[in-house]
């Protein structure tokens, strides 16, 4: 949703300054640990300084700022049709799911949890697919029906048979990624145009504190010289693998954040690279992992300030919560992050629909429910228009003290552009509520669902391209 500026700002444009200031230097005096030589050659030709004896990098301030500059400020993450391409850099927000998780609320069984299968990727692309505000799908979560060999072909596949929208999700090691750029040139047409319009993107991580492994870097590697667009997204964890000080957490991982990044340009110049956030805390009082924390929401609102500082598209998180089950907590949980890290103008913001416990579970309900939040803050971005014709000054004139505007003209002609209409929010008086059975969000949710996949089975790819697809890779019969 296109939005005319930021809306809220959780640092001061001295505090941005600070802690930009305190991720430079902590990449040029401490540096990144890098488990494995592969890349130090090409790396150090790029005017990366290499520490051979202890395996780290550093970055000199001109270097790094040599290297970011590489990173274009603006492209487009494709869709496979068209409809839903996402334009990085462009003053756009855009919400998604999260991925990669295990465990998943069943409503059709009893309301319990069971591990995630498949069939949940499929379910949870189509849901996408149907979910208007839900702009882009990553791999929901694991399946564990699927042995390790062709993993990532049968899932890749299944989400690319079952949404058009754009498709981001992570790779064990780089012969899962050799599958997903294959299995994507042949839905192309060839390799050349999936470079033109990429429709997919790959997630990988940088390990806080302060260290990336080789399987990250040879999947950075095959991905960019490729055209595929990345992220390489620290996740460090207040008072666990970063400072218990926000600040402190923010100048880590701002620096991981960036020297991604620098790598990824120092591998490909001008590889189409997200700046990756997803910080969060921990709850010391039992040590548990707070994906919902309000904190959380603040640093990747403060995320967004740090990457536009230098132009670059940003991969945040949103929209996670501690609660097991679509209710009150999960609300206002998701509600916070998602809103502020929105009106602070990140582009990217992932997690924001389906899951729960901590980015542990998913439900298909809360995709729906989520889907019905995002529309409220696309609302909220949108704003209000003010000119001659919102302003109303004729209609008020014609119909004059007394009177109302049901049946005016302009309130038709307004009807559909000046209001939000939810699905899922209880808005009929106490008697209809109760002759209806007293419908809540939850079993509304749950309807739609069940509506939805039934009539979403189809699959998006044509006949003849599966049937080519299944001579190339046989493997992936197993999945129709």
Avoid at 136 to 165: M, S
Avoid at 189 to 200: A, K, M, Y
Avoid at 398 to 427: A, K, Q, W
Wanted: charged residues 20%; aromatic residues 8%.
């Amino acid at each position: 949703m296109k939005k005319n500026r930021p809306l809220f700002r959780q640092l001061t444009p001295k505090q941005v300054r600070q802690i930009d200031e305190n991720g430079r230097r902590i990449l040029e005096e401490i540096g990144i640990h890098i488990v494995g030589d592969t890349v130090f050659d090409r790396l150090h030709k790029a005017g990366v300084d290499i520490d051979y004896d202890n395996s780290r990098v550093r970055f000199s301030s001109d270097c790094l700022s040599k290297l970011i500059n590489h990173a274009p400020p603006r492209f487009t993450l494709f869709s496979q049709d068209g409809r839903n391409d996402l334009q990085m850099g462009k003053g756009n927000v855009y919400f998604g799911n999260g991925g990669r998780v295990f465990r998943i609320l069943d409503m059709n069984k009893g309301g319990g949890y069971r591990y995630t299968l498949l069939k949940d990727v499929i379910n949870t692309a189509i849901l996408v697919d149907h979910l208007e505000y839900i702009r882009f799908y990553i791999i929901a979560c694991q399946a564990h029906d699927l042995g390790p060999e062709d993993y990532h072909l049968k899932d890749f596949f299944c989400a690319f048979n079952h949404t058009t929208k754009h498709v981001m999700g992570g790779c064990d090691d780089v012969q899962g990624a050799e599958h997903v750029w294959k299995l994507a040139s042949l839905i192309a047409g060839n390799e050349s145009r999936l470079r033109e319009r990429p429709f997919v993107s790959v997630i990988t991580n940088m390990t806080s504190p302060l260290t990336c492994d080789a399987n990250t870097l040879n999947i950075l590697d095959y991905c960019t010289c490729r055209g595929i667009p990345v992220t390489c997204a620290p996740a460090p964890i207040a008072s666990a693998t970063a400072p218990a000080t926000l600040a402190g957490t923010l100048s880590l991982m701002h620096a991981e954040a960036l020297a991604g990044v620098a790598i990824t340009q120092a591998l490909t110049p001008g590889a189409k690279v997200l700046y990756g956030a997803v910080p969060a805390t921990m709850d010391l009082r039992t040590m548990e992992y707070t994906m919902g924390a309000v904190e959380m929401g603040m640093m990747n609102t403060s995320a967004v300030q740090l990457a536009k500082l230098y132009n670059l598209p940003i991969y945040a998180s949103g929209g996670l919560t501690e609660a097991k089950r679509p209710d009150i907590q999960a609300g206002f949980e998701k509600l916070f992050s998602n809103v502020t890290v929105a009106m602070a103008g990140a582009d990217y913001i992932h997690l924001a629909a389906g899951l729960m416990d901590s980015g542990n579970s998913l439900s298909y309900e809360q995709f729906v429910i989520d889907n019905e939040l995002i529309g409220m803050i696309h609302r909220i971005l949108t704003g209000i228009r003010v000119d001659e014709e919102t302003l109303g000054f004729d209609v008020i004139s014609s119909v004059g003290p007394g009177g109302n505007y049901v049946m005016e003209e302009h309130t038709i002609n307004h009807m559909h552009d000046e209001y939000f209409y939810p699905n899922l929010c209880v808005r009929s008086n106490f008697d209809v509520w109760e002759e209806k059975g007293h419908p809540d969000m939850l079993t509304k949710a749950h309807e739609i669902v069940e509506k939805i996949l039934v009539k979403g089975r189809e699959s998006r790819l044509e006949p003849d391209l599966i049937k080519r697809i299944t001579k190339v890779f046989p493997a992936i019969l197993e999945t129709l």
